[in-house]
């Protein structure tokens, strides 16, 4: 029976290998990089195809295939590939992390270690505002004055927790309850190892160019300094069907139909009915699902009728 499977050996990412254990820096203190990974490009289609053996004849058909099954989610084959990182990150930033429970973690603990004596700084120009429409969100800065002063301030902060943290070390206080009154703004590490399907819902999400500013700094890194090069046309398909693509609800493309045939007017008529616009002394007014219509529209290149003075 053993006879009649050929030998294999491991799949390997030559791009990947070059990069194994480099760190990549991200804000002022953090960073990324791959201790260890599993599987290729080469391992997904074989995984697509129930095959370990050469699986196709031309790097093109690897590309259809990949580019087909992303195409129609067909997402069981890119959990045949998987990666480890190790991320060193603001723990503010580090909660929004951990939310995706689709990883196996083991986080620096400072029960049994001391803390990273470093800490996130925000420059004076980078306060971030928040957004008016998007409750979890931020949008535009603070001036730099005002943020200049905010930064002093911050410095302070993070000196005095630090002094008053190591104090009670010193003391002999538990590490555990010397801790407590660190800001979320101090760095942990982790490492974190992930299959590439879920590692790209991951990327979709953070790299959104609504995410959170400091986990989108550690997404773009990860998609396109790492998944890049260990799997380049599985990026590839996920660049063009996910990661730039347009999703069109079944609203979304009735009203694309009238503004393409012209009925401008037909349109915001019917936007109206379903209450995605109301009209209040001659003005309209958009909810939060007709203002993503909106930037869907202008992303196409197509004008929105019922914004034209």
Same mark, same amino acid.
């Given at each position: 029976m053993a006879n009649q499977f050929e030998k294999i050996s491991r799949v390997q990412s030559p791009e990947l290998d070059k990069i194994l254990g480099q760190p990549f820096k991200v804000l002022d203190d953090g960073f990324v990089r791959v201790v260890d990974y599993m599987g290729s490009d080469e391992s997904i289609v074989q995984a697509a195809r129930v095959s370990y053996g050469k699986g #196709?004849?031309?790097?093109?058909?690897?590309?259809?295939?990949?580019?087909?099954?992303? $195409?129609? !989610?067909? #997402?069981?084959?890119?959990?045949?590939? &998987? +990666? !480890?990182?190790?991320?060193?990150?603001?723990?503010?930033?580090w909660r929004q992390w951990i939310r995706h429970r689709t990883a196996n973690v083991n986080e620096?603990?400072? $029960?049994?270690s001391v803390a990273i004596d470093s800490a *996130? $700084? #925000?420059?004076?120009?980078? @306060?971030?505002?928040?957004?008016l429409q998007n409750k979890q969100g931020s949008e535009g800065?603070?001036?730099?004055?005002? /943020?200049? &002063?905010?930064?002093?301030?911050?410095? =302070? +902060?993070?000196?005095? %927790?630090?002094?008053? *943290?190591?104090?009670? +070390?010193?003391? /002999?206080?538990?590490? &555990?309850?010397?801790? !407590?009154?660190l800001p979320l703004s101090t760095y942990t590490e982790a490492y974190w190892k992930i299959d590439l399907s879920n590692l790209l819902h991951f990327l979709e999400l953070r790299m959104e160019k609504k995410a959170q500013y400091e986990i989108r700094m550690y997404s773009n890194i990860i998609g396109r300094e790492i998944v890049k090069r260990w799997c380049p046309l599985a990026w590839e398909s996920f660049e063009d069907y996910r990661l730039k693509s347009v999703s069109l609800s079944e609203i979304d493309q009735k009203v694309l139909s009238m503004v393409l045939k012209g009925k401008n007017e037909e349109a915001v008529k019917y936007l109206k009915e379903i209450k995605f616009i109301t009209e209040k002394d001659g003005a309209l007014k958009s909810n939060f699902e007709c203002s993503e219509l =909106? %930037? !869907?529209? #202008?992303?196409? /290149?197509? /004008?929105?009728? @019922?914004?034209k003075k």
């Open positions: #196709t004849k031309t790097v093109s058909d690897d590309r259809q295939l990949l580019r087909y099954l992303m $195409r129609h !989610k067909h #997402t069981s084959p890119f959990e045949m590939c &998987e +990666i !480890k990182l190790h991320v060193r990150v603001p723990m503010d930033c620096y603990s400072t $029960r049994y *996130y $700084r #925000t420059a004076p120009g980078e @306060w971030r505002m928040q957004a800065f603070l001036g730099e004055e005002a /943020g200049a &002063e905010l930064s002093k301030r911050e410095a =302070e +902060i993070h000196r005095m %927790s630090r002094e008053e *943290y190591q104090r009670r +070390i010193d003391a /002999g206080v538990a590490r &555990e309850l010397a801790r !407590k009154d =909106e %930037s !869907k529209l #202008t992303e196409m /290149g197509h /004008g929105v009728p @019922w914004l």
